[in-house]
Nanobody, 122 residues
C-alpha cells in the first residue's frame, strides 16, 4: 500500500514558477516510478512526466520539456515537480501517482494522491 500527499499548489502569475511536492509513505517497490498528471474540469487527465526511484531516469511530455523538472529525494520519499514559465492554460489540478513499473505504461499507475490545485493568472 502506498499513500501519496501532494502539496505546493496555489496561485501563480503567468511566467512565474511553482514547485509541487508529493510525499509517499507505506510500502515501496524497488525500482518503481512516480508520475505527475494534471486535469482541468471536463477534460481528460494528462500525463506530464515520470521519474524512477532507482536511478532517477525521467521522461517528460514535449509540451513541458525544458520548462518543468521532476526530481526526487529518496531519503524523504518525496518527488517534486518544478514548473517554470507557467502558462494560463496550465491551470489544472495536479496529481502525483505511483507505478510498480517504469512509469511509462500509464495504466500501471495504481495509487493516486488527492491532487493540488494550480491556478495560473494572466
Amino acid at each position: 500500500q502506498v499513500q501519496l500527499v501532494e502539496s505546493g499548489g496555489g496561485l501563480v502569475q503567468a511566467g512565474g514558477s511553482l514547485r509541487l511536492s508529493c510525499a509517499a509513505s507505506g510500502r515501496t517497490v524497488s525500482g518503481y516510478a512516480m508520475g505527475w498528471f494534471r486535469q482541468a474540469p471536463g477534460k481528460e487527465r494528462e500525463f506530464v512526466g515520470t521519474i524512477r526511484w532507482s536511478g532517477g531516469s525521467k521522461y517528460y511530455v514535449p509540451s513541458v520539456k525544458g520548462r518543468f523538472t521532476i526530481s526526487r529525494d529518496n531519503a524523504k520519499n518525496t518527488v517534486y515537480l518544478q514548473m517554470n514559465s507557467m502558462k494560463t492554460e496550465e491551470t489544472d489540478l495536479y496529481y502525483c501517482a505511483s507505478s510498480p513499473g517504469a512509469g511509462i505504461v500509464l495504466n500501471e499507475y495504481d495509487y493516486w494522491g488527492q491532487g493540488t490545485q494550480v491556478t495560473v493568472s494572466s
